[in-house]
């Protein structure tokens, strides 16, 4: 038995567990129903848990169509994550019973009388108010996770930045540069709504465009239907793109070599080229403008902890000395504070991707939160130490839940300046 079967297994057991456990509340709760409704209830309560369930194995172990995948996927996910937030109410109901019945074993027989009779006075006991206090909380990640699906997956926003280095030759003032990052384009279901978003970009005119990995979720084949609207993004500087922790196949093929593998990524480095996407693989490039220069270096992914190492930065940098600026593509940001803020001062900005924002969160012009900023300590947006800079792109598109709360999918347009990047605040919008 495989670590991917067991898994499901314990997982769909715990489900069981929990809505046995859930269920048995819910029928002790006064809800002025008739008995045929309750067994009639009992039966859509098992019904539909079984059924997903079953639906669970038979999308991830066969092979069936992207949607209905997708439909059973994302049924199972909301409705696990609504029964995980009744459960505190439920448990918190019955310490409180457990606590109120061992109090009672040392109480006299008057005692015990007057609380029974004071139970009557009350029209709504505690424990039915808290049941039903939490079964509609647990209607809430359910509502918004839904509005974020129907309403927020593809719901781009251009942010806007202008980005000061102090080296930035003259004839590089005023270039505009824009960033996609992470489009997984295996989770998209929505062709239109996909091209709305890159003639969102087109329509920035930028001169340079950068993308900072992740083009698919596993396998090349998901560009199938989207190379034709991605090859789209030209600019007259160039298309530079960097590879994501998910463009090598790991996920779908194991992290150790093997020819089908090999294969997957030759063809992802394909599309790259078929679209017209300079793919920099630990290599660089140079810009130039009325005879001033600079250098776009891009590496292969680097990340921290589970994330595999690929990049190497030392070769992406030869023959970049002289350059007055570098801007670093690198797709995970934990690669600024671990690798390029310690050993490289000489790289000027870095434009990273990878967290999506955890695809949830709270954006306003004064604040942002998302539990993302709990996994990685840059998570989105600008980020400065000396005069070192970071973006983190929170992606165009989405991997796993099919849509976002709170954090929309970004296109991020910079406007180049000559200046002290300390001018501006951590995170300008």
């Given at each position: ?6 898994g ?18 819910l ?21 539909y ?11 991830i ?20 994550v ?59 990640p359910?509502?918004?996770?839904s ?114 593998k ?56 030869k ?5 007055p ?31 999506h ?38 992606g165009?598109?989405?991997?796993g ?29």
């Amino acid at each position: 038995m495989t670590n991917r079967i067991l898994g499901l297994i314990i997982i769909s057991i715990l489900l069981l567990i929990i809505d046995f456990y859930i269920l048995k509340a819910l029928k002790s709760v006064k809800w002025k129903w008739k008995p045929k409704k309750y067994l009639s209830f009992s039966k859509i309560w098992w019904g539909y848990t079984i059924i997903l369930i079953i639906g669970v194995f038979i999308s991830i172990f066969f092979n069936i169509k992207f949607l209905f995948r997708t439909i059973i996927l994302v049924s199972f996910f909301l409705t696990f994550v609504s029964k995980i937030f009744i459960l505190p109410f439920l448990m918190f109901d019955d310490l409180r019973r457990a606590f109120i019945w061992t109090k009672r074993k040392y109480l006299t027989k008057s005692e015990k009388e007057h609380i029974d009779d004071s139970k009557k006075e009350n029209a709504i006991p505690r424990s039915e108010f808290l049941i039903k206090t939490g079964t509609l909380i647990a209607a809430l990640p359910l509502g918004s996770l839904s509005y974020g699906i129907v309403s927020s997956a593809y719901d781009y926003q251009i942010k806007k930045q202008v980005l000061y280095l102090p080296s930035l030759p003259k004839a590089f003032e005023g270039i505009t540069i824009a960033q996609l990052s992470d489009i997984h384009s295996g989770s998209f279901y929505d062709r239109k709504a996909v091209l709305g978003g890159v003639e969102m970009l087109l329509k920035e005119k930028p001169e340079l465009v950068f993308f900072t990995g992740d083009l698919v979720n596993n396998l090349a084949s998901e560009m199938r239907d989207y190379q034709d609207i991605f090859s789209k993004v030209k600019a007259p500087l160039g298309v530079y793109s960097v590879l994501g922790n998910h463009d090598y196949g790991d996920y779908q093929f194991g992290f150790g070599p093997s020819a089908v593998k090999a294969k997957n990524l030759a063809d992802v480095k394909a599309t790259h080229k078929n679209m017209g996407w300079d793919l920099l693989l630990n290599e660089n490039r140079t810009i130039k403008i009325s005879g001033e220069e600079i250098s776009i270096v891009g590496i292969e992914n680097w990340g921290v902890g589970r994330f595999a190492k690929y990049g190497k930065l030392d070769e992406a940098l030869k023959n970049t000395d002289d350059k007055p600026v570098k801007l670093l593509l690198s797709h995970d940001p934990s690669h600024w504070r671990a690798q390029v803020l310690a050993n490289y001062p000489q790289i000027d900005a870095m434009f990273s991707g990878h967290t999506h924002g955890m695809q949830f969160g709270i954006v306003t012009e004064q604040f942002q939160w998302s539990p993302a900023q709990y996994v990685y300590k840059e998570w989105s947006g600008r980020y400065q130490e000396g005069s070192q800079q970071l973006y983190v792109n929170v992606g165009y598109g989405f991997l796993g839940y099919p849509g976002r709360v709170g954090m929309l999918p970004e296109i991020t347009i910079f406007e180049l300046r000559q200046g002290d990047p300390s001018s501006i605040n951590e995170h300008n919008s």
